[in-house]
C-alpha cells in the first residue's frame, strides 16, 4: 500500500489503453462486462497524487473519458463496486435491449 491508496493498478485490473476500449465497445455482446479500472480513479488519474506513472496516468483518462462519453450516448453502463477504502472496480456493462432515445 502506498500511503492511504492501494496501488494501482491492482493484479486484477485491467489498464486497458483507448483502442482496446474502443475494440471492446464494437464487438462486446449485450450484457458483457469490462473491468477497465481498479483503484479509485477520480484520485489516482489526478497529476498531483502521482499514483501512477505518467504514461498509465494518461492512458487511464483518456480510457475513463472514452467510458464517460460512451455511457453518455447509451452505449454502455456504469458500475462502480466497492471493495474497501479507496478500492473500487470500474466497470462497463454493454445494456441489453434497446436504448431509449434521450429526452431533454
Not at 33 to 60: A, C, N
Amino acid at each position: 500500500m502506498n500511503g492511504f491508496f492501494p496501488p494501482a493498478p491492482t493484479p486484477g485490473s485491467r489498464p486497458i489503453d483507448e483502442n482496446a476500449l474502443c475494440d471492446w465497445l464494437a464487438d462486446a455482446q449485450p450484457g458483457a462486462t469490462l473491468e477497465y479500472y481498479r483503484g479509485h480513479l477520480g484520485h489516482d488519474r489526478m497529476p498531483s497524487t502521482k499514483v501512477l506513472p505518467e504514461q498509465l496516468r494518461r492512458q487511464v483518462t483518456e480510457v475513463a473519458s472514452r467510458v464517460r462519453k460512451a455511457a453518455e450516448d447509451g452505449g454502455v453502463l456504469l458500475i462502480q463496486l466497492r471493495h474497501g477504502d479507496n478500492d473500487y472496480s470500474y466497470l462497463a456493462k454493454k445494456p441489453i435491449g434497446p436504448r431509449k432515445a434521450k429526452s431533454y
